[in-house]
């Protein structure tokens, strides 16, 4: 990894869909996490990751100081069920810390306040059952998440980069996502391509010439 310049690499995935990484590569994908309300732009940035282990969630307040602007925050809340540990307030100390965006393996509340907000927070779910302030054991900061859905197992760890849209959320090594890349990027600029001939001849009313070339 010494070698990958995480940074170039953050900033050039934000210009590739998530769609456009799936047509090639299924290492990665959370298939049943997706974004609150309409997300229009992909969000890329670097995972920090925090794993709960009781209702204890100060864990995350830790997380949301130490982490850098452009981060993602990427919280395994498995053991908390249908309790949501991620609200709107939560949501305004990201903002403040400049993060990228929020990925949680649970359930969020406060989806409407969230989206007048403007912040990108993906998960399983949404619910009106929180957490609340507990003594029993803590969350980890940094330690490995272990995601499964169905028979697919994925690792996520601190110093992945998140890549999401409103289609859905990959993680991937920076060596997977350095692989990816120029194939990524020549799909996308082969679909986008494609896309706006359609369109602008969608738009003039011009299909049947775009068909007849």
């Given amino acids: 990894m010494d070698n990958i310049d995480i940074e170039t690499l953050v900033e050039s995935y934000k210009d590739i869909a998530t769609s456009t990484i799936g047509h090639l590569n299924e290492r990665g994908y959370l298939p049943d996490i997706k974004a609150l309300y309409p997300c229009t732009h992909t969000i890329a940035g670097k995972i920090v990751t925090v794993v709960l282990n009781s209702d204890n969630t100060e864990v995350i307040n830790q997380a949301l100081i130490q982490a850098q602007p452009n981060d993602v925050l990427c919280i395994d809340a498995q053991v908390l069920g249908n309790k949501a540990c991620w609200g709107a307030l939560r949501t305004c100390a990201a903002i403040y810390e400049k993060l990228a965006g929020v990925v949680v393996i649970g359930q969020a509340t406060d989806s409407l306040q969230i989206q007048q907000l403007g912040f990108s927070v993906f998960a399983q779910g949404v619910s009106a059952v929180t957490t609340f302030k507990s003594n029993d054991t803590k969350g980890v900061l940094g330690a490995d998440i272990r995601y499964r859905f169905g028979e697919q197992s994925t690792l996520i760890r601190s110093?992945?980069?998140?890549?999401?849209?409103?289609?859905?959320?990959?993680?991937?090594?920076?060596?997977?996502?350095?692989?990816?890349?120029?194939?990524?990027?020549?799909?996308?600029?082969?679909?986008?391509?494609?896309f706006q001939l359609f369109f602008e001849a969608y738009q003039n009313n011009q299909l049947d010439h775009l068909f007849r070339q």
């Avoid at 110093?159 to 991937?172: E, R, S, Y």
């Avoid at 990027?185 to 391509?193: A, S």
């Fill in 159 to 194: 110093g992945d980069i998140a890549i999401m849209d409103n289609d859905g959320v990959f993680i991937l090594s920076p060596e997977v996502a350095q692989q990816l890349l120029p194939d990524c990027q020549d799909k996308h600029q082969q679909d986008e391509t494609k």
